[in-house]
């Protein structure tokens, strides 16, 4: 069965968009403006406030970014609020909402951590999180490196919290950002003319972001992957009025050298792999499926029937950390159990209930572009959603059952094209790529790792968004991939 492209899409593409745009220059009070552009079309914006007064900083953070996705287009909108003191972030709120579900967290500084409880579709959850010293909000972080009296080539690590960083991470480790003072550049801006301003190159979250700074903090454009553009506006408002659809599959896609007749089929795949930045850290090869010799890729399926399997659950202590829950992956949730005990009605053998898990989540969800942050609990309640509500679900019911689940992200072959897509891998007594989104155990020779991880990791993707060129040299099948 061939699915309608658009359902691979990555949701890391919009919450990068949303969530690198806000800054501001923090004073006694000072208020921001972006508009988004792909395209030449206006597709978003981005508002932030920072007010100090008596020693303590509210700081606010909004936007709203129009999408495609399959059939669907949808408004996404997100809020943040901020209050600081005596050089600690005390607390925060943060609102995502879209047509395709809504969240909230609130965060509250105990001592040395913060608590949040957050709330989905599906209910509540809580958990603890250390605060760096010096943790802000992104809206800071301009007027944080002015304070350093730049100069070209002078580089700065500054903790800042991004909500979904938060809610995304089974235990989020590090809220690093980096950032390279490239020098002086003339920058236009419609609303400002030239001006003068700092180049400052980022990594947020992951992804590489490029700002031009004035001296007094002011952000006055940033370039944001994949070939996004904010522009400051001194006159505009904050409207959602006239947006145009952003068309992320259009903006991310990979065009294909040659076309495949089977691409479902493949157990084999070589490509040149071009435009991949060695900073980036990709996971391009693994010692059971995936090699990368920093030009050429390899791709091999196994064949199954040689799997040595074993009786659920797992014990290895090595493999723990894939049988963890995560926020957004409750393999320890009474619901998730039990529907995961449910489904397998008794199967131990490790490949076989993977097969069972990997069908049902197939045949269970509807299958739809899902602007939201991927959630096992809300999938489950919910029955739809894209590659990563798929990928999500399948490894909580897996975790679960005791089988050993990571999340992956890469690209997949479909109808002449490469989409960012996300699947998972499982060891059921060797690692094995399985993709519940088009039901394949294992996954066919298409599926081109870039990333293991969570929602965090599967960002840095889009650095190389419309930079990858990949030329197809070998393929083969046999039953095996079918």
């Known amino acids: ?65 129009k999408v495609r996705l399959l059939d669907n287009t949808e408004d996404v909108e997100t809020e943040a609020r901020y209050r600081l003191g005596e050089g600690n972030l005390l607390s925060f709120d943060f609102r995502f909402e879209s047509p395709s579900g809504r969240v909230t967290a609130a965060g509250v500084r105990e001592g040395e951590k913060m608590r949040v409880k957050m709330s989905t579709v599906s209910g509540g959850s809580e958990f603890v999180f250390d605060a760096p010293p010096g943790l802000i909000p992104a809206s800071m972080l301009p007027s944080q490196l002015m304070s350093k009296h730049p100069a070209a080539g002078m580089e700065f690590v500054i903790p800042v919290l991004d909500p979904v960083t938060v809610i995304a991470a089974s235990s989020p480790r590090s809220f690093e950002t980096r950032h390279k003072i490239a020098g002086r550049e003339s920058v236009e801006v419609p609303s400002l003319g030239t001006v003068d301003a700092w180049k400052v190159e980022s990594v947020l979250s992951g992804a590489k972001v490029t700002s031009w700074i004035t001296d007094g903090g002011e952000l006055l454009k940033q370039s944001i992957p994949p070939g996004m553009t904010a522009l400051r506006d001194e006159g505009g408002s904050v409207s959602g009025d006239g947006l145009s659809a952003l068309d992320i599959e259009g903006a991310t896609s990979i065009p294909s050298n040659i076309m495949l007749e089977d691409p479902r089929g493949l157990t084999y795949m070589k490509a040149e792999l071009q435009g991949i930045d060695p900073e980036d850290a990709f996971d ?136 960012y897509h996300a699947w998972n891998e499982v060891y059921v007594g060797e690692w094995v790529a399985v993709d519940p989104t088009f039901g394949q155990v294992p996954a066919d020779a298409t599926h081109l790792k870039l990333v293991e991880g969570d929602l965090n990791k599967s960002s840095v993707i889009m650095n190389a968004a419309g930079k990858i060129n990949l030329n197809i040299l070998e393929t083969s099948s046999n039953e095996t991939g079918k």
Not at 1 to 14: D, E, F, N, S
Not at 324 to 351: C, F, T, V, Y
């Open 284 to 419: 391009l090869s693994d010692s059971y499926r995936q090699s990368f010799d920093g030009r050429y890729v390899s791709i091999r399926v196994g064949d199954t029937s040689s799997v040595k399997t074993y009786k659920l659950p797992n014990k290895e202590p090595e493999l723990a950390r894939h049988l963890a829950p995560e926020n957004l992956i409750q393999s320890g949730d009474k619901e998730i159990i039990s529907k995961s005990r449910e489904i397998l009605e008794g199967e131990n053998d490790s490949l076989k209930a993977a097969v069972k898990l990997n069908a049902w989540v197939f045949n269970y969800l509807r299958k739809t572009g899902t602007a939201g942050i991927p959630n096992a609990r809300d999938v489950l309640k919910t029955g739809s959603g894209d590659c990563n509500e798929h990928s999500a679900l399948f490894a909580a019911l897996a975790r679960a059952a005791g089988i050993p689940t990571k999340t992956v992200s890469g690209t997949i072959y479909l109808d002449g094209r490469f989409y």
């Open 1 to 65: 069965m061939t699915y309608p492209t658009g359902a691979l899409i990555q949701a890391a593409v919009i919450l990068l968009i949303l969530f690198s745009a806000p800054y501001a220059y923090a004073d006694s009070f000072s208020e921001n403006l972006l508009y988004i552009y792909s395209g030449g079309r206006k597709i978003g914006y981005s508002y932030d406030s920072v007010k100090t007064v008596g020693g303590i900083t509210e700081a606010v953070e909004k936007a709203r970014i």
